[in-house]
């Protein structure tokens, strides 16, 4: 059985395969969200809205770290604490990278699944 569906207004294949969520439980472990297809629901649009705050946190915090390593007076506390928050920038972002991946169908699914309508369309 498939773990991919065809979206109904737009025609293209959807994972439905659990999402990893962008943020973590309790006790830091991995948050897995399982939805229909459609992905409507309040935490699929929540998560939604937490990866792009968390993008562009992301983008706005190379911005600051060009201006502050273009600053000679810039000191060694100030610099840890940049790269500490880079490295949380970089995490968030990969996080989103494997989320965003890890629900693109594979090739053969969503071949075998348009090939499926296809001929559904043409009876």
Known sequence: MSDCR???EGGGAVSV????????????????????A????YLTKLADEMEAVQLQMGTELIGHAHLM???RKADARELRYLSNRLIE???????IAESRGGRIP?????????????DEGAQ
């Open 17 to 36: 395969r659990p999402r990893l969520l962008p943020w973590p439980g309790p006790a830091g472990q991995r948050c897995y969200l399982v939805s229909d």
């Open 69 to 71: 390593l273009s600053d």
């Open 38 to 41: 459609d992905s409507t629901g």
């Open 89 to 95: 920038a970089l995490q968030d972002a990969l996080r």
């Open 6 to 8: 065809t979206r109904c």
């Open 106 to 118: 594979a090739p053969d699914e969503a071949k075998s699944d348009g090939a499926t309508h296809a």
